[in-house]
């Protein structure tokens, strides 16, 4: 089985100010993939970044930055001055190696609804 | 332009009455699959497909069934709905697993009275 924690469920920043989205994943596989996706207001998912786990390496990209850690099973997703249009509800999720024939599924977090007060 | 479709994008309907939301995409994807999205649960999967005529449960299969009979669509179907379906519903496609980028549709907003 695998599942994704986001215990945030709300959090409003000061526009400027840096906030950290936590994502916490449980897999019982080696192999697998964790990803983000933006849902902004006008409810779309927008795919932000994908990483496999052998790949331990942070990722920056702008103002927006990553941080894995097998040792913790934590993928945290980190934006630098925060900006009005970040405004959106943010979803981690995991895609387990195919270990069993038929677990094909990709399992989401329950999101983080991210608020910049201007 | 790549894209996944959805239709409709709103729906509103009373229980019981069988309907059909249409998915379908132009990326030649393997992979297809649909989710709900409901308040404090995130996105829940529901089917997916691996290709052609292959079809398995997701999360929270009950009370839909979907059908793979071309690879661009993949339609969800509600033969009975209740009002608990009563949910954003997304449709998404990768080039052949879960472990790839997901291409998502704009989302179809059921109620069901």
């Known amino acids: 089985a695998q599942k994704v924690t986001q215990a945030q469920t709300e959090i409003s920043v000061v526009e400027k100010e840096d906030v950290t989205l936590d994502c916490v994943y449980e897999t019982r596989d080696t192999t697998y993939y964790l990803f983000w996706y933006k849902q902004p207001p006008s409810g779309e998912l927008v795919f932000l970044i994908r990483?496999?786990?052998?790949?331990?390496q942070n990722e920056i990209s702008g103002r927006y930055s990553w941080n894995f850690q097998k040792s913790t099973s934590s993928f945290n997703f980190t934006i630098t001055a925060s900006q009005v249009v970040d405004s959106a509800v943010y979803f981690c999720?995991?895609?387990?190696?195919?270990?069993?024939?038929?677990?094909?599924?990709?399992?989401f977090g329950t999101g983080t609804r991210l608020t910049i007060i201007p | 332009e790549a894209q996944v479709t959805q239709n409709p994008r709103y729906l509103i309907t009373v229980t019981g009455k069988k309907l059909t939301v249409t998915c379908s995409q132009n990326?030649?994807?393997?992979?297809m699959s649909w989710y709900r999205q409901d308040p404090g649960l995130g996105l829940r999967q529901i089917y997916y497909s691996m290709n052609v005529e292959v079809t398995d449960k997701g999360d929270v299969p009950e009370g839909y069934k979907v059908s793979r009979k071309e690879k661009r669509n993949f339609p969800l179907i509600l033969e009975s709905p209740s009002p608990n379906q009563t949910s954003l519903y997304f449709c998404a496609s990768s080039l052949s697993t879960p472990r790839e980028t997901q291409y998502f549709g704009p989302g179809t907003r059921l109620l069901v009275l």
């Open positions: 999720a995991l895609s387990a190696s195919r270990t069993n024939f038929g677990n094909e599924k990709l399992t």
């Open positions: 990483r496999n786990s052998f790949d331990e």
């Open positions: 990326m030649n994807h393997e992979y």
